[in-house]
Structure formats: structure tokens, C-alpha cells
């Protein structure tokens, strides 16, 4: 098992650029989760996924988008980068709600 | 919505020296509490975890009390090493049961030294 995969490792983009962030996962999980992750400020949830065709927004869900058309991926996109989307974005996957698998993470930087 | 708040930011410790992390909560019907590790470059791993119905858990050199009274929860890593040098995680949730929501919110983070 691969686990979560996150694709790219890093990324520069200009102010108003788009782009989705990849996230595939192979342990057959219902739950996926989006989080961004500042420095001091933790983890913060932008969006989640119970099950293919649901997802809700988290507490940070401005400037993102997600979808989740199989059980395996879930994309996030940023249509119009602004410097606030200066971050590194986590992945994860779970079974349940609990015991959350983490890919190894996406830094991007808005320029 | 669920808030959680983790002290210190920092700690450092003497290698063999207890580390004790300490979080509350906000929302009384969170029932999951998990405790993640983050090393350097990478993405949190699960080290423990301990559901609403139980007061304490322990796992060889760390272990995990709940205060649901208080609010509280606190991380317990015994006879520190090196290699517990990383930044952890508290969490809260109220993904189980009937009232599954799945949000998982997580505190600041503690940034651990062990000093050898």
C-alpha cells in the first residue's frame, strides 16, 4: 500500500494563477480530509469527504474547491491564488472519523 | 463550533526527563481525542488516541488522560529520547457515534526538544 499520495511536493504559483492539488489514497477510506498547515497555527481544516459524491466545508473553506468523484481521490482547487494561500496542504484518509492517515504534503507558495 | 487550545508552544526537556502537552476543548459533545507526532518535512502521524468512555490510556512510554469535567486532555511521555524530538498534535472530534460529523480540529502544536 502506497497510503495517501499528494502530487506536487512543491509549487510556486503567481497571484490569480489556478491549480488543484492531488490526493489519492489506496486503503479503500470513506473519509478524506483537506488541511492547511501555517506556522503556530496548526492544523486547519478547508475541506472533507465522508463517501464519494459528499463533501462539506471545513473552518478555512474560502478560495478552495474540492471534489470527490471516487473513493480514491480527492482533488483541491485553488481558482485564483492569493498570497493568504502561502501554505503547506496536508491530505489524509480514514476509515471512520477517527485515525486519520496523512500524505506527506504539498508546500506552495503564492507569489 | 469546536475550538482547542494546546500549551505550551514549546518544551524542552532533558533526555530521560517526563514531557507533559496539556489541551482543552470547547465542545462538550467531542468524544475522540487523538494525539499526532509531525517530524520534520513530513505529514502527522497518530501516536495515540482515547474516546470519551475512557479516562486514561498508555502505550509503553506515553499516555493520554481525559478530564471531560475540566475539558482537559493531556499527552504523558515518559523517560525522553532523542528521537521524540518532533512538534504533537492534540486533536478533538465528535465523529463518533450517531452524531458522526467526521471534523477533526487540531491544536497549535508543540514543538518538543529533548536535549541529550
Known amino acids: 500500500n502506497a497510503g495517501v499520495t499528494q502530487t506536487p511536493k512543491f509549487r510556486i504559483l503567481k497571484i490569480g494563477q489556478s491549480m488543484t492539488l492531488q490526493c489519492a489514497q489506496d486503503?479503500?477510506?470513506?473519509?478524506m480530509y483537506w488541511y492547511r498547515q501555517d506556522p503556530g497555527m496548526g492544523l486547519k481544516l478547508i475541506y472533507y469527504?465522508?463517501?464519494?459524491?459528499?463533501?462539506d466545508k471545513g473552518e478555512v473553506p474560502n478560495g478552495y474547491n474540492v471534489s470527490r468523484s471516487t473513493t480514491e481521490d480527492f482533488p483541491l482547487r485553488l481558482e485564483l491564488a492569493a498570497p493568504s494561500q502561502t501554505s503547506v496542504y496536508f491530505c489524509?484518509?480514514?476509515?471512520?472519523?477517527?485515525?486519520?492517515?496523512f500524505g506527506s504534503g504539498t508546500q506552495l507558495s503564492v507569489l | 463550533g469546536e475550538n482547542v487550545e494546546q500549551h505550551p508552544s514549546t518544551l524542552s526537556v532533558q533526555e530521560g526527563d517526563s514531557a507533559v502537552i496539556k489541551c482543552t476543548y470547547s465542545?462538550?459533545?467531542?468524544?475522540?481525542f487523538p494525539w499526532y507526532k509531525q517530524e520534520l518535512g513530513k505529514g502527522p502521524q497518530l501516536i495515540i488516541d482515547?474516546?470519551?468512555?475512557?479516562g486514561e490510556k498508555k502505550d509503553q512510554r506515553i499516555a493520554v488522560t481525559l478530564n471531560k469535567t475540566a475539558k482537559h486532555f493531556s499527552l504523558h511521555i515518559t523517560e525522553t529520547q532523542p528521537e521524540d524530538s518532533a512538534v504533537y498534535f492534540c486533536?478533538?472530534?465528535?465523529?463518533?457515534?450517531?452524531?458522526?460529523?467526521?471534523?477533526?480540529?487540531f491544536g497549535q502544536g508543540t514543538t518538543l526538544q529533548v536535549k541529550p
Open positions: 489524509a484518509s480514514s476509515y471512520g472519523a477517527e485515525k486519520l492517515f
Open positions: 486503503m479503500n477510506h470513506n473519509y
Open positions: 469527504s465522508v463517501g464519494a459524491g459528499i463533501t
Open positions: 465542545d462538550s459533545a467531542s468524544n475522540y
Open positions: 482515547i474516546r470519551s468512555n475512557v
Open positions: 486533536a478533538a472530534s465528535n465523529g463518533l457515534g450517531s452524531s458522526n460529523t467526521g471534523k477533526l480540529i
